[in-house]
């Protein structure tokens, strides 16, 4: 089976998570980056990661996601929210669902990612108290609970995720 690893990634976390995925499908492969919008016609499973901006795929990686046809594709995703939220859920949806129909979607895979400094301090400075992105204390608290992530529990959890994944469509 042909396999290959797209990655958007902004801050790093989805890069990491793209580098575990690609050992765990081919142990010499490495990733290519969204920027590239490769050619993906010769390879058999399509594998995209990306991080989620507001709840559905960056735009980055939609804009490669609409190209791909007729393939076995994967998923995986870093969310700022916690991985086993209903945020999480709703994001694996909307994810799932930017996929053409021609496609057939063998897995997906999500997991927590830092929440960039930056992006805390222009939250802050953006929404004011009282407006629904506004950076409260309990805000503030799980954002740098994400800090952490991925860890090595979530770079385990994606290895053995797709190295099922590769068995269960080689096997
Ligand atoms: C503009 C922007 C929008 C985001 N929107 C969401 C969101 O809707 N839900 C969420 O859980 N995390 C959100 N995040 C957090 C990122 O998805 C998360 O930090 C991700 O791991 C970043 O991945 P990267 O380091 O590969 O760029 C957002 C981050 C940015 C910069």
Not at 104 to 116: D, K, P, R, T, W
Not at 151 to 164: E, K, N, P, S, V
């Amino acid at each position: 089976m042909k396999s290959i690893v797209v990655v958007s990634s902004l801050t790093g976390n989805t890069l990491k998570v793209g580098d575990i995925v690609a050992y765990a499908l081919e142990e010499n492969m490495t990733t290519v980056k969204v920027e590239e919008m490769p050619d993906v016609s010769d390879y058999d499973l399509v594998v995209v990661g990306c991080w989620v901006d507001r709840a559905t795929a960056d735009a980055r990686a939609q804009e490669f996601i609409k190209t791909i046809k007729n393939k076995k594709v994967a998923f995986f995703v870093t969310l700022g929210a916690e991985a086993d939220s209903e945020h999480a859920q709703v994001c694996l949806k909307n994810i799932g669902a930017l996929f053409d129909e021609s496609n057939e979607l063998v897995g997906q895979f999500i997991c927590q990612g830092a929440v960039s400094l930056r992006m805390m301090e222009v939250m802050a400075k953006r929404f004011p108290a009282g407006h629904s992105h506004a950076m409260t204390d309990e805000r503030k608290k799980r954002m740098e609970a994400s800090h952490s992530h991925p860890d090595m529990a979530d770079l385990q959890a994606a290895r053995a995720y797709f190295a099922d994944l590769k068995q269960r469509l080689e096997g």
